[in-house]
């Protein structure tokens, strides 16, 4: 494998408490050594990059992603939503099972992450938690867990009943993977197509509540408590796209109590309101819905304080002719690889004053830590060589139609964003540059 | 914040009706004048207004009452109509919306009438035809065209036939308007709450939490909720009752007997709390249930005129969205 330079860059790596001018070598997929300028100028290497006002970091890694592949290809592929990926910064992403069929099983676990899918960053996978995460029946965890399973998840629908996601975090956490929920008690949002609130009654749409978030939310943490004290393990539980103040509460008081939670907030939900559902534009549509000021706010406040863990997308992709229906008949959802650090950097680092440092915590170091992905989310010298370059000063506007998406179907396009990605390295191979 | 791209006015055609709160006083003005207007011409030269012109009328959901209405008046003015309805075989199945306006656009239609069961389904069918529609009730959203009758009917009879041919921001200063009922899923409440307060209307919501939860105060300033329908009354100059669906009672912690001893307009409490208001209904009635016979068929009810007023209004909104008659030169 061919060396790659990287200088005149500012790097900015939380895991290894260093946010300073360093210049860095990557050979065989790893990091082979990071110097103070001057040191490494003289390396003869295959590609040198010329880092000058940019940040180097540990490439981004996002929790939760949507690749449709097995069975939707025609909304995306691993291919193109990696590419998708590679442009927005991260160089690992991690599959939601939620694919036609669903992937509950060790074969398709494995032939999601064959090579021959032609994922362009590091690809990992959670798969369901229970089989067809019809949330009745558990799924192989062991067995799923040695063919590469990094947590478990029923994504897209809650685990709802208490005796079932009991049993999943005992076995999860007998595996020290954590079992990751979608927060939502389904019995409460049939027919439900955004926030409730006014501007659902104003526009005459069935309304989420914040309790049917935070109802399974305070139930998962009852669990946990109880099944520490019970059988003496400590299960992890990943609560996904949080949305509500009120669950925020809830998480950070767990997090208080000293159990093992950890959360992630979509871009979306720190930067938008139910507002931006307009005359029922589908792209504004997503699961959890878009929530009123305050839920924002606690949002922004839950990435500020450390109650929330990780900046995580949930890039889900649909095809224009899926989103160009009723709005209560489209799906849910929307793209997120290529504007999740535009969106980060203008609101919470411009906007509220956000470190970079805390930035790349929340996007490489921390969401390493959730799935407990060795070597990465760090570079220290021997550490994948998982590397961002971004310039943090650029503003421009986010065209959709210049996406590696598959897929159109985002609120922001047209938005302005704050810096952008240079380039995107992983294992040592340049997977993206601009 | 506000970085979502919204839809703009200009993605939709001049003439399209959707919601109520699109539509600026002025324009109210010109509808209500331009109504007044088609009523007077004689027979002859109505049918002329809309002759060659082709309008579509797309129906998702059956309503003999607005369908009928918006018929007669697009056949008055000589228009062609064309009705697709899902009982009949027209609408494909499992065709989109999308696919439905634009089988119709090709076919020559210049205008839809829609009435759908998803609200905001006008608004995706305007966009994505780029013709004029007229929302013809969406879901539990809004019936714009309902709101706009009822406006007419209520100028009419307190003020006089002269008074219903403008709205200004006084128009109706000093007016109480009480809508009651299952506020939820009324799609007339909505347009109505929306429509009223800009012409200086106060309206006052009432009904149970169940059926009128307090996000309704969002709908804007001049809206106000009620819990008490006598205290309510006791203000009203204008009262509108609005239809129970006993199946949709069946789900909520509502029985029917409490209903109507809380909401009914019995001819009791009429007489006690607000013998001189003027009583409107939407139709259809359920007799006995909401509203007591004897009131809506007794002298202040105007829900007969409000019918005549249905066809007139949506002579008026056939033509704005046709670019004829006096909105000809009018550019939206
Ligand atoms: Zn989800």
Redesign the pocket.
């Known amino acids: 494998m061919s060396d790659v330079l990287i200088l005149n860059g500012r790097l900015v790596d939380p895991a290894n408490g260093i946010d300073a001018e360093r210049d860095l070598l990557l050979r065989d997929g790893r990091v082979a050594a990071i110097e103070i300028p001057g040191v490494l100028k003289n390396v003869a290497a295959a590609e040198t990059i010329d880092a000058s006002g940019c940040i180097v970091a540990p490439g981004f890694i996002d929790v939760h992603v949507h690749l449709r592949e097995p069975g939707q290809t025609y909304k995306e592929s691993i291919a193109t939503g990696t590419a998708a990926a590679a442009a927005g910064g991260f160089t690992s992403v991690i599959a939601m099972p939620n694919t036609v069929p669903v992937n509950d099983s060790v074969a398709g676990l494995e032939w999601m992450l064959d090579a021959a899918r032609g994922s362009v960053v590091k690809l990992f996978a959670m798969p369901a938690a229970t089989m067809g995460s019809m949330g009745i029946e558990l799924s192989n965890f062991s067995a799923l867990r040695k063919a590469g399973a990094v947590g478990f998840t029923d ?2 629908k809650p685990v709802l009943e208490d005796d079932v996601m009991r049993a999943a975090l005992v076995r999860a956490a007998r595996l020290g993977v954590p079992v990751s929920q ?1 927060a939502e008690d389904t019995r409460l949002t049939g027919g439900c197509s955004m926030n409730a609130g006014p501007v659902a009654f104003r526009l005459g749409l069935r309304g989420m509540t914040v309790e049917a978030e935070a109802r399974i939310v305070e139930r998962d943490i009852r669990l946990l408590r109880e099944i520490e004290k019970a059988e003496g393990l400590r299960p992890h539980l990943h609560v ?2 949080v949305s509500t103040a009120r669950a925020m509460e809830a998480i950070r008081a767990a997090k208080r109590e000293g159990l093992h939670v950890t959360c992630e907030v979509a871009p979306h939900h720190f930067t938008l309101t139910d507002e931006a559902v307009g005359n029922y534009d589908t792209h504004a549509k997503m ?1 959890p819905p878009l929530r009123v000021e305050a839920d924002r706010v606690a949002m922004v406040a839950g990435l500020m304080d450390g109650t929330a863990d990780t900046i995580a997308t ?1 890039h889900a992709p649909h095809a224009a002719h899926e989103k160009e229906q009723e709005f209560e008949r489209a799906p849910n959802g929307i793209t997120g690889l290529e504007t999740a650090l535009g969106l980060t950097l203008r609101v919470l680092h411009r906007g509220q004053g956000m470190t970079l440092s805390r930035v790349v915590e929340l996007m490489s170091v921390n969401p390493a830590h959730v799935v407990s992905l060795e070597g990465r989310g760090g570079l220290a010298v021997g550490n994948h060589a998982d590397v961002v370059v971004f310039d943090p000063n650029t503003d421009w506007t986010f065209q959709a139609t210049n996406s590696k998406s598959k897929s159109r179907n985002t609120p922001f396009n047209g938005a302005a964003m704050l810096g952008r990605v240079r380039f995107t390295i992983c294992e040592g191979r340049i997977v993206f540059s601009n | 914040m506000g970085s979502a791209t919204t839809p703009k006015g200009s993605e939709y055609a001049p003439g399209s009706l959707l919601t109520i709160s699109d539509v600026p006083l002025e324009e109210v003005s010109a509808i209500l004048a331009e109504t007044t207007r088609i009523e007077q011409l004689p027979r002859s030269e109505r049918a002329q207004m809309l002759a060659g012109r082709t309008v579509a009328l797309l129906f998702y959901e059956s309503s003999t009452r607005t369908r009928t209405s918006f018929e007669l008046a697009a056949k008055s003015l000589g228009a062609t109509t064309t009705l697709v309805s899902d009982k009949s075989s027209s609408i494909e199945k499992g065709e989109s919306l999308k696919d439905t306006g634009l089988t119709l656009r090709a076919l020559g239609a210049e205008c839809i009438i829609l009435r759908h069961p998803c609200s905001g389904a006008p608004f995706l069918l305007a966009r994505m035809t780029g013709l004029p529609v007229l929302n013809a009730g969406d879901g539990m959203h809004e019936h714009p065209s309902q709101a706009l009758l009822d406006l007419r009917t209520i100028l009419t009879r307190l003020h006089g036939v002269a008074a219903a041919t403008t709205a200004r921001q006084d128009s109706l200063r000093g007016v109480t308007i009480a809508i009651t009922g299952d506020i939820l899923h009324s799609r007339v409440a909505r347009s109505n709450a929306l429509l009223l307060p800009k012409l200086g209307a106060r309206v006052v919501l009432c009904g149970p939490e169940e059926l009128l939860p307090e996000t309704a105060l969002g709908l804007g300033p001049g809206v106000e909720i009620e819990r008490n329908f006598d205290a309510a009354l006791e203000r009203a100059q204008v009262v509108m009752m609005l239809r129970i669906q006993k199946e949709r009672l069946a789900g909520l912690e509502l029985d029917l007997a409490d209903y109507v001893a809380r909401y009914q307009l019995s001819s009791q409490r009429f007489t006690k709390h607000a013998a001189s208001a003027l009583v409107l209904h939407p139709g259809p009635m359920n007799r006995g249930v909401e509203i007591d016979g004897e009131v809506a068929d007794g002298p202040q009810s105007a829900i007969t005129e409000q019918v005549a007023h249905g066809l007139a209004v949506r002579s008026a909104l056939l033509v704005r969205a046709l670019g004829a008659g006096r909105f000809e030169s009018v550019t939206v």
């Open positions: 994504d897209g979608h996904q796209h699961n949930d």
